[in-house]
């Protein structure tokens, strides 16, 4: 799979780019505060070189066609607020995992069902998915309901099947179908 040129996507709100080492200071804020990440297994930022390094690798996976993360840029400051992409792609099976998080002033306003609803689109009608997959914390409702809300069926619950922070937690599996995408507009006939 090939990202090259970048795909660009914008919203009424949001444009959807690639990450720069611009970018580092917007992205250290996110991925530094505990609330943001208390349900991704990643560790925290400590400092501004910790997202630097997230960029780095992230823009890797993107040069290997591997996964494909975007910026979720506010075009009203011009600032990196958040991040989403398809962060386990399996091509051979035309499924992708979707994976998000967004800076906390942001919460709450309908930016990433707004940033969710154009990835899943650009995924089913350009990259030819005939399913994305989210898998959530079970304790994370608010992305739950994110989910349900962009047509999300919850597929699956899995007990402690992951080890984050000392210990074992819970995920859901969620899963959304280009056929189910279609009657609300999210995939192309």
């Known amino acids: 799979m090939t990202f090259t040129p970048f795909p660009v996507l914008e919203t009424e709100r949001l444009l959807l780019r690639q990450l720069s080492n611009e970018d580092a200071e917007d992205v250290f804020v996110m991925r530094s505060d505990p609330q943001v990440m208390q349900y991704i297994p990643r560790p925290l930022a400590i400092t501004v070189e910790d997202a630097a390094a997230v960029i780095q690798m992230v823009n890797e996976f993107i040069e290997k066609g591997e996964k494909i993360n975007w910026g979720i840029t506010a075009k009203s400051t011009g600032k990196v607020i958040g991040m989403i992409g398809y962060v386990n792609m399996k091509p051979q099976h035309f499924r992708a995992e979707v994976g998000y998080s967004l800076s906390r002033a942001w919460h709450r306003q309908g930016i990433m069902l707004e940033a969710l609803k154009c990835v899943l689109k650009y995924g089913f ?26 047509g999300f069926a919850q597929e699956g619950f899995f007990k402690e099947d992951f080890y984050f922070n000392g210990e074992f937690r819970n995920s859901v599996h969620y899963g959304l179908l280009c056929s189910e995408a279609r009657t609300i507009g999210l995939c192309n006939p």
Do not use: C, F, M, P
């Open 125 to 150: 009608d350009h990259l030819n998915l005939h399913s994305v997959e989210a898998i959530i914390d079970a304790d994370n409702v608010a992305s739950g309901n994110l989910l349900v809300t962009a």
